[in-house]
């Protein structure tokens, strides 16, 4: 497991935004696909999006794509999630996870994934 730390949820209204910031150390964060995944209680933990170590491709689910985009700064280890129009079903816990292996390519399955932050809640009302 290495250090992943999840910040900026938080309570907000239906079509409000929201960005998500994922803080890595240089040496558990450059070379490696990362991505975003959520989860509510009951569930299992569904994919949001990920983008390639390089940053140059990205992917998303069908339920956020248009609204949410991913985004990475590697001069800063950290990556982004800017979300926008929040619906109430996109309350959950967010996390964010580091690829299995470095350079490996954009998993959409939690498997794909060897270390997970400890998440951060979001909370849409309506």
């Known amino acids: 497991q290495v250090p992943l730390v999840e910040s900026g949820g938080g309570l907000v209204q239906a079509g409000d935004s929201l960005r998500l910031s994922c803080a890595a150390s240089?040496?558990?964060?450059?070379?490696?696909?990362m991505g975003w995944f959520r989860q509510v209680p009951g569930k299992e933990r569904e994919f949001v999006a990920a983008?390639?170590?390089?940053?140059?491709?990205?992917n998303y689910s069908d339920s956020v794509k248009g609204r949410f985009t991913i985004s990475r700064d590697n001069a800063k280890n950290t990556m982004y999630l800017q979300m926008t129009s929040l619906k109430p079903e996109d309350t959950a816990v967010y996390y964010c996870?580091?690829?299995?292996?470095?350079?490996?390519?954009?998993?959409?399955?939690?498997?794909?994934?060897?270390?997970w932050g400890q998440g951060t809640q979001v909370t849409v009302s309506s």
């Open positions: 996870a580091r690829g299995e292996f470095l350079s490996s390519k954009i998993s959409r399955l939690t498997s794909g994934y060897g270390s």
């Open positions: 983008i390639a170590w390089n940053g140059d491709s990205t």
């Open positions: 240089a040496r558990t964060f450059s070379g490696y696909t």
